[in-house]
């Protein structure tokens, strides 16, 4: 039996390693070593095992009107027991939820990663085993800033002002349900070209930040 620590990052494009360009899509993913997973697992160094659990545009717990692949807290569950036994769970979501189509509020959008934060701490014993649910790390993603294509505009119309109160609503959530939480907008901004993504200095940033706080956690 392994005595690496595991660790789920489960996110969105942010997690994914979504490359920013100026037209927004399509495009390619940085590879692992620049992702801040990757940089983290560098950081953190050989007694740790991290998984990638990243979809570009998945939202907290929300259905997407165009893709059903979306929701976060449809997947999350199976994901938890795929990859059991885990320390850590490091969730960041939460940018998909402020587009203008779904209409929901910063504190709606901390009560949607509220659902994820129960449905780990509920993941004890997975499918057929006696593991214990992981800790959680919720991460707040960091405000988005200005964006060159009108659709990404119109696409994330209201997210602007959304985006820079959910790291307030995040850790109100978290210090409620006694999670671990960390404001990504602490470290970084959104400094790729599209307004949205992270540039590879932004992944390197963010992935230092959240190795110490993970190595706080598991170290307390």
Same mark, same amino acid.
């Given at each position: 039996?392994?005595?690496?620590?595991?660790?789920?990052?489960?996110?969105?494009?942010?997690?994914?390693?979504?490359?920013? +360009?100026? /037209?927004?899509?399509?495009?390619?993913?940085?590879p &692992?070593?620049?992702?801040? #997973?990757?940089?983290?697992a560098?950081?953190?160094?050989?007694?740790?095992?991290?998984?990638?659990?990243?979809?570009?545009?998945?939202?907290?717990?929300?259905?997407?009107?165009n893709?059903?692949?979306?929701?976060?807290? @449809?997947?999350?569950? #199976?994901?938890?027991?795929? @990859?059991?036994? $885990?320390?850590?769970?490091? +969730?960041? %979501?939460?940018?998909?939820?402020?587009?203008? &189509?779904? !209409?929901?509020?910063? &504190?709606?959008?901390?009560?949607?990663?509220?659902? $994820? +934060?129960?449905?780990i701490? =509920?993941s004890?014993?997975?499918?057929?085993?006696?593991?214990?649910a992981?800790k959680?790390?919720?991460?707040?993603?960091?405000? %988005?800033t200005?964006?060159? @294509?009108?659709?990404?505009?119109?696409?994330?119309?209201?997210? !602007?002002?959304?985006?820079? /109160?959910?790291?307030?609503?995040?850790?109100?959530m978290?210090?409620?349900?006694?999670?671990?939480?960390?404001?990504?907008?602490?470290?970084i901004?959104?400094?790729?070209?599209?307004?949205? @993504?992270?540039? =590879?200095?932004?992944?390197?940033?963010?992935?230092?930040?959240?190795?110490?706080? +993970?190595h706080?956690? $598991?170290?307390?």
């Open positions: 039996m392994s005595d690496k620590k595991s660790i789920l990052c489960y996110g969105d494009s942010l997690t994914w390693g979504w490359i920013p +360009v100026i /037209e927004g899509a399509p495009t390619y993913r940085y &692992f070593e620049q992702r801040w #997973a990757g940089v983290m560098s950081q953190l160094g050989d007694g740790f095992h991290i998984i990638e659990e990243g979809l570009s545009a998945r939202t907290t717990s929300l259905d997407d009107p893709d059903p692949r979306l929701n976060g807290s @449809h997947y999350l569950p #199976a994901a938890l027991a795929s @990859h059991l036994p $885990l320390d850590l769970v490091i +969730v960041m %979501l939460g940018t998909n939820d402020t587009k203008s &189509f779904f !209409h929901r509020t910063p &504190f709606e959008i901390a009560n949607g990663m509220a659902k $994820l +934060v129960g449905q701490g =509920a004890a014993g997975g499918i057929g085993t006696p593991y214990r992981p959680t790390l919720v991460v707040a993603p960091p405000p %988005l200005p964006m060159p @294509h009108p659709f990404f505009q119109g696409m994330f119309g209201g997210g !602007h002002e959304k985006t820079a /109160e959910l790291g307030e609503h995040y850790k109100n978290a210090d409620f349900m006694k999670v671990d939480f960390l404001n990504a907008g602490d470290f901004t959104t400094d790729g070209v599209d307004g949205i @993504h992270f540039t =590879a200095q932004n992944n390197m940033d963010l992935g230092k930040a959240i190795a110490k706080k +993970v706080d956690i $598991l170290n307390a």
